[in-house]
């Protein structure tokens, strides 16, 4: 079983929309995983139906047991977030202050403090409209964890490839490089990059391509409306044959993107002109890779 990553160093590049794209050009050969659960929009393009749906435990919360609180303040000095000030003459947690430490609930002489894991989303196991299946999530508002998340998605998609006998996971990372991109890298074995040709554009293929380099693995990369500033392409190509990453394809910019995605479709659902053709030949490319 592979498993194709698709990240990108920055958002708006497009990345969730040639995502769809390839997951629909799969078919009911592939797994599908939405790993961007900070903020996930594959379901806007896939239309899953949420088949089974279950609660994600992360992290802990302080609580403090009123009744059993002298209310000594011990709990609030040892604090370094400050997430316990006095309310209403009463010593309360703020749960988007709290980082799970336990420090307090070491402290308080009553042991009135308990630290309960925090319900901080929710993951899902769809149909989908191509015939197969989608693994994905919400996160919850505030809530953090997101790499962990992103963690129980990819094994919830692995598991269910291996179990249906599918050659391919198809994952839509996170952009950026923080915990959830990493966690979305684990384990892959192949990276797609999409990226822009501009200035933050570069910037950030740069940066996520240094992690990339950390975990050994291959990468390609794809040149989202690459027509629109040819100067800044072709330092992309530059950095790309520098590099020894995997130059899959130039897609000009197509308004057809955002009236595709208005209408809950992919691009080579609504388009079957150019823009479908490259990304045919670019999902064969990745799995000829």
């Known amino acids: 079983m592979k498993e194709i990553v698709i990240i990108s160093g920055k958002g708006g590049t497009g990345k969730t929309s040639i995502t769809a794209s390839f997951a629909y050009l799969g078919g009911k050969d592939v ?16 239309q899953p139906d949420r088949g089974k749906s279950q609660d994600f435990y992360s992290g802990l919360l302080a609580e403090i047991d009123q009744e059993k609180c002298i209310k000594c303040g011990k709990c609030a000095e040892v604090c370094r977030w400050d997430a316990i ?9 703020q749960p988007l202050y709290c980082e799970g430490c336990g420090y307090c609930a070491l402290v308080c002489p009553t042991d009135a403090i308990s630290m309960n894991e925090q319900n901080v989303g929710k993951w899902y196991l769809s149909n989908v409209k191509t015939g197969t299946k989608m693994v994905h999530a919400k996160l919850g508002i505030g809530a953090e964890n997101s790499g962990k998340l992103v963690a129980k998605v990819k094994n919830e998609a692995k598991a269910i490839a291996e179990k249906e006998g599918k050659e391919i996971v198809i994952v839509d990372g996170s952009p950026g490089i923080g915990c959830p991109v990493v966690s979305s890298l684990s384990g892959a074995s192949y990276v797609v990059l999409v990226t822009e040709p501009s200035v933050s554009g570069i910037h950030d293929l740069k940066r996520v391509y240094e992690l990339v380099k950390k975990f050994g693995i291959k990468a390609g990369c794809i040149i989202n409306k690459a027509d629109i500033n040819t100067n800044k392409t072709n330092d992309i190509r530059k950095f790309l044959e520098y590099e020894k990453i995997d130059f899959i394809a130039n897609i000009p910019y197509d308004e057809d993107f955002t009236k ?14 150019n823009i479908k053709q490259i990304l045919e030949n670019s999902w064969k490319k990745i799995k000829k890779i």
Do not use: F, R, W
């Open 85 to 93: 000030p006095v309310i209403d003459n009463k010593y309360l947690v």
């Open 260 to 273: 595709a995605m208005t209408m809950g479709k992919t691009i080579v659902e609504y388009n079957s002109g």
């Open 31 to 46: 797994i599908i995983a939405d790993c961007d659960v900070d903020a996930a929009d594959m379901h806007l393009l896939m």
